[in-house]
Every structure is written in C-alpha cells, then in structure tokens.
C-alpha cells in the first residue's frame, strides 16, 4: 500500500488561510467518506483534526475545514495562527481493509 | 477522560522480539477497535496494525505482516503489539491509537520509542 501524496511544506502569515491536498486513488482516498486529519506537533501524540472527510471532532477550532473531490482530499486552515505550526497528516481507509497515512506536510506559519 | 498509554519499548536486536503494551481508560474498550501506528526517525506516521472491539478481526501492514501479532485483553483494558524477526526498518515511535466509530484515530499515547540495532 502506497503512502498517500501530499506536499512536503506550506506556508502561510497569520490572518491568512492555506490548503493541504492528499491525493489517493479510487482504492482509498476516492473509494470511501473515511478520510482523517492529523495535527502533529514533535514530542506528543497527533491529534485529530478533521474526520469521515469534514467532520470536526470536539473541541477543535472550526477554523479547520475538510473536504474531498475524487480521489483528492483537502485540509483547509483559516486564519492561520502560530500555533498551527505544526506537521499535518491525512489518512484514509482502504479497499484493502487497511489504513494509509499521507507522507506529511510541514506548515510554516511565517 | 480517556487516555491510553503505551509501554514496553526499549533496544533489541536484530531478529529479536518485543512486546509492546497500552493501557486504556475512560471509555468501555470493548466497543472501539485500536490501532499501532509508528513513526521511524525523520519520517512520516505509519498504520501498522488494527483490532475490532472483540479482537476478533485484526488487520496489518504488508511491511510487518507475518511478524508482528496485535491483540487486547479486555479484562485488563490492554492492546499489545507482540513484534517477532525485528529489523532495523523497525526502529521507531509506537503510538497507541483509539479508532472512533467511523473513520479517525480520536485518542493517542505519548507513544514509546523501539531501537533496533545491535
């Protein structure tokens, strides 16, 4: 199972909003409503963001949005704030009946 | 407040064997599948394996398939890892995981770091 393909870094200023893609096939990302977002900061445990493609758990801003065309997801984060510096994760179910994460992006909040 | 907390990490060798531990609390285990998911130095996370509430269904990565065995106890509200033929490929942070009822892993241990290297 092959990792899904996101950009290795973004970048952004505060106040401004960015977008991270997670591109799959019709085998995991276009096959299934079962895409999740991860926020990972070195030293702790990822958290999760964004799950079932744009549903926000509790207790996570609604500045960050999912959404998912075809065999592509996207990670939406509005008005960037410092602390969204951080790496970034998707994931999705397979046909496989497996799961596969993204290789990750770098967000940079400048 | 649910929480999950991993254990057992440390050096081996390779061809060796570990097994890792994770404590849950706060939630009926029972009910939810857990999963391992790893992250080697300087790269990305990992899904290694994954159990059904029961731990009658298990799952797992091609790459440690036939050598690593997920399985929970849930008298004791413990998920395991039994990782058996370890590489150096293997060296890596062991998360702990709670899935939620869909998609999602809404839970996560602090992990624990397994070496592999003679």
């Known amino acids: 199972q092959s990792a899904l393909t996101q950009p290795a870094s973004v970048s952004g200023s505060p106040g401004q909003s960015i977008t991270i893609s997670c591109s799959g096939t019709?085998?995991?990302?276009?096959?299934?409503?079962?895409v999740s977002w991860y926020q990972h900061h070195p030293g702790k445990g990822p958290k999760l963001m964004i799950y079932?493609?744009?549903n926000r758990p509790s207790g996570v801003s609604n500045r960050f949005s999912g959404s998912k065309s075809g065999n592509t997801a996207s990670l939406t984060i509005s008005g960037l704030q410092a602390e969204d510096e951080a790496d970034y994760y998707c994931?999705?179910?397979?046909?496989?009946?497996?799961?596969?994460f993204g290789g990750g992006t770098k967000l940079t909040v400048l | 407040e649910v929480q999950v907390l991993e254990s057992g990490g440390g050096l081996v060798q390779p061809g060796g064997s570990l097994r890792l531990s994770c404590a849950a609390s706060?939630?009926?285990?029972?009910?939810?599948?857990m999963s391992w998911v790893r992250q080697a130095p300087g790269k990305g996370l990992e899904w290694v394996s994954s159990?059904?509430?029961?731990?009658?269904?298990?799952y797992y990565a091609d790459s440690v398939k036939g050598r690593f065995t997920i399985s929970r106890d849930t008298s004791k509200n413990t998920l395991y890892l039994q990782m058996h033929s370890l590489r150096a490929e293997d060296t890596a942070i062991y998360y702990c995981?709670?899935?939620?009822?869909?998609?999602?892993?809404?839970?996560w241990g602090q992990g624990t770091l397994v070496t592999v290297s003679s």
């Open positions: 995981a709670k899935k939620t009822s869909t998609s999602g892993f809404d839970f």
């Open positions: 706060g939630f009926t285990f029972s009910t939810y599948a």
């Open positions: 159990i059904s509430g029961y731990g009658d269904s298990t």
């Open positions: 019709s085998s995991d990302v276009g096959g299934f409503n079962y």
């Open positions: 079932d493609v744009s």
């Open positions: 994931n999705s179910y397979t046909s496989s009946s497996t799961w596969v």
